[in-house]
């Protein structure tokens, strides 16, 4: 059996976003971390009684992104996902912006989440973070170094990027399921920005059996279309208070689009 079905069993999982506020070291952060952690729990707890099948955390405060990290930004993320891990029995996956990947393997393998969102894994992609490069053939190796039962989630064609170099998309899914990723991730070219329920389908008939997960713009109006043609979607700014994605979590928005399925 695949990770991706260990993790969510027969499910099309509906994954929500607890969005960290910044960081220290970020340059929004308020200088208080207790504070970011409260209302990352409160807005765990939101997806949770929402009925959210599983959860991204995600440093989306520590705009602008940064390929790499202070220690003192991966140490505070690490300590406050572990308190979250802690209050959670949902499925649990990490995103360490942007395309940090060794931070994401550090954490998921020390707080026992179940997945990870890897954004550019097989490609090699550029955009106001900087240039990223194929974290593929790294981060497998980290994985068999210190080996543990960690899904990957890899995106194509990232959100806010563009590629160095154009790859035809039949070969850059096939690179991502060869390199070993567990499910792809398909998005539209912004947060909140959806993908074509026809850019879904074109990418699932390449991927065959593995699983094609809907990465950006789902709403409760749309959420039933995707899931004809996708194995699930990660959902940020529609679960949020007033469909912004710089606010907390609406429970319920949550329970509102859980009800649609």
């Not at 990465?215 to 899931?227: I, M, P, Q």
Request: proline share 5%; charged share 25%.
């Amino acid at each position: 059996m695949s990770l991706f079905k260990q993790i969510f069993k027969d499910t099309k999982p509906i994954i929500g976003m607890v969005h960290l506020r910044p960081l220290p070291g970020a340059p929004g952060y308020c200088g208080d971390l207790e504070k970011v952690y409260e209302e990352a729990l409160a807005d765990l707890k939101a997806l949770e009684r929402g009925g959210a099948n599983a959860v991204i955390v995600e440093n989306f405060g520590d705009i602008p992104y940064a390929t790499e990290q202070e220690m003192i930004t991966t140490t505070a993320m690490t300590a406050i996902a572990a308190r979250l891990r802690q209050e959670c029995n949902l499925p649990m996956g990490i995103n360490v912006q942007f395309n940090n990947y060794e931070a994401e393997w550090a954490i998921a393998y020390s707080c026992n989440y179940d997945f990870i969102r890897s954004e550019v894994f097989a490609e090699n992609r550029m955009g106001p973070n900087g240039v990223c490069i194929a974290s593929g053939p790294a981060i497998m190796r980290l994985k068999a170094r210190y080996p543990k039962d960690i899904a990957f989630l890899a995106d194509v064609n990232v959100k806010h990027t563009f590629a160095i170099a154009e790859q035809p998309l039949d070969f850059t899914v096939e690179s991502i399921i060869e390199g070993g990723a567990d499910a792809l991730i398909c998005t539209g070219i912004m947060t909140g920005k959806s993908p074509s329920v026809d850019d879904v389908k074109e990418m699932k008939d390449i991927a065959g059996d593995v699983p094609v997960i809907v990465g950006s713009g789902v709403n409760e109006k749309t959420v039933r279309d995707y899931l004809t043609v996708s194995d699930g979607a990660i959902i940020g700014s529609f679960f949020k208070v007033d469909g912004n994605v710089m606010n907390g979590i609406d429970e319920g928005r949550v329970r509102s689009l859980m009800s649609k399925l």
